[in-house]
């Protein structure tokens, strides 16, 4: 099968719906939280699966939050994944280490 990312975790449609970027972050990463621990209750590799998701978040016009907003975003979801196993880190399009 080809590199494809296996989820697009959306927080898009939360911000256009009126939400603040604290709560978008919010909102997104507890949806990123539930579909790794679905995926770890189907028996599925995790280290396999969640190297391939994505996030799709909205950017508005304040540059400064939205900047904060990313990097807390790619924070807070290492902090997540790093207890489930180092290689989770490694995804393509958002290769940081903390």
Known sequence: MPKWNTISISGYHIREAGSTAVQELAFTLANGKAYLQAAM?????????????????????????????FRAA?????????????????????????
């Open 41 to 69: 209750e189907k028996g599925l590799d995790i280290n396999v699966f969640a190297k391939r998701l994505s996030f799709f978040f909205n950017a508005h016009n304040h540059l400064f939050e939205e900047v904060a907003k």
């Open 74 to 98: 790619r924070r807070m979801w290492a902090n997540i994944t790093s207890a489930l196993g180092p290689r989770i880190l490694m995804r393509r399009n958002c290769g940081f280490i903390p």
